[in-house]
């Protein structure tokens, strides 16, 4: 029988990836590296600003599969180190070796907030999560920032902006028909369930043709001067109508920059992300004409694993009049 090496044998078990993380992985990064538009878009910007990684010391902060890792590594970074909390940090380290780049990635498992790490010249991060902020990413990448970004350094995307707008649906009696469904499920008057879902934001895809009003920025996210305070906020807004129908969303959307120029953008005119939009559920009545003005609040709140919407708005045309109206909102579970 040949003898095997031990040393490669204890290398070959650490390797082994167990199913359960390969199921994490594809559960939940595979759509992440199907959204080629926010993949291949990030690496232009690797590719863009290629003067900028040769030679640098890079973080990248929920590195999740790497390749984020593996691009600045090609692009010439001296140090990579690639930290993931879960443990899909180990499909991370068998892409580094597989692409002959562990001379320079290190991928490391646990939270940058619990970590001891040198100076580094450029933060790198998929951190955008659904309504632009709903990710624990976010937060990590403002800690490794204020601890070791160096001064004159670089974060990739270093700016966001976050929109709001007014949309339909399809079908406008689709609304009515969903509420008589939970209100006369099978002899039940489950009405009360109806109230809750409407207070869930949406995360789903909006065509174009659907969207009703002028946009407005709510909020402009600098990566390099953002704090977790600036998280939340409140700001007016007021949505100019461009095409008559009946609301039945407050739908925001968000896109980000890089130094360079380069912009990714979620936008309903745009091909699909992996973030698609979030929609929140108007519960009036609320037909709006050409020219119409859809006036009202916006307000976020930001909790540990969740955000906490209120939307106060009124409006006013021939058809209807709504005085001062509050909807309540909560996004919650498991983020990015």
């Known amino acids: 029988m040949p003898k095997t090496d031990n040393k490669e044998s204890r290398e070959s078990l650490e390797d082994l990836i167990s199913p359960e993380t390969y199921a994490e992985f594809l559960q939940k990064h595979e759509f992440v590296l199907r959204d080629e538009t926010t993949m291949l878009g990030f690496r232009s ?13 890079v973080l990248e902060v929920n590195c999740g599969s790497g390749l984020l890792s593996l691009w600045a590594a090609q692009r010439g970074a001296a140090r990579i180190i690639a930290v993931e909390p879960s443990c899909v940090w180990q499909v ?23 970590m001891q790490l040198p100076p580094v010249d450029i933060i790198m991060s998929k951190w955008m999560g659904a309504c632009l902020m709903y990710s624990s990413a976010l937060e990590s990448v403002i800690y490794a920032r204020n601890m070791w970004l160096k001064p004159g350094g670089h974060i990739f995307p270093h700016v966001a902006n976050l929109y709001i707008a007014a949309a339909d649906k399809p079908r406008a009696q689709e609304t009515q ?3 008589q469904f939970w209100a006369r499920y099978s002899g039940l008057d489950l009405t009360h369930a109806w109230n809750i879902k409407q207070r ?20 402009r996210l600098d990566m ?29 959307y968000f896109d ?9 953008t979620t936008s309903p005119s745009a091909a699909v992300t992996q973030w698609k939009q979030s929609l929140f ?17 916006f307000r976020v709140k930001r909790g540990n694993r969740h955000l906490n919407f209120d939307i106060d708005w009124s409006f006013r045309n021939e058809l209807t009049s709504i005085k001062l109206h509050k909807q309540i909102y909560r996004m919650q579970g498991e983020g990015t």
């Open 224 to 252: 390099q001067t953002l704090q977790r305070e600036d998280l939340s906020f409140g700001v007016s807004f007021k949505l100019r109508t461009l095409r008559q129908s009946i609301a039945s969303w407050f739908l925001l």
């Open 177 to 179: 028909e969903e509420q």
């Open 281 to 297: 559920p108007i519960d009036s009545h609320l037909p709006l004409c050409v020219g119409d003005f859809l006036s009202g609040y």
């Open 92 to 114: 991370a380290r068998r892409l580094v070796r597989e692409n002959h780049l562990e001379h320079v990635i290190e991928v490391v498992q646990g939270s940058v907030e619990e």
């Open 45 to 57: 910007a690797i590719e863009a600003n290629a003067e900028i990684f040769r030679n640098a010391t």
């Open 200 to 219: 869930i934001p949406v995360v789903d895809a909006v065509d174009a043709s659907q969207v009703l009003t002028q946009r407005q920025l709510l909020r």
């Open 256 to 264: 980000f920059d890089f130094p360079s120029g380069e912009s990714i």
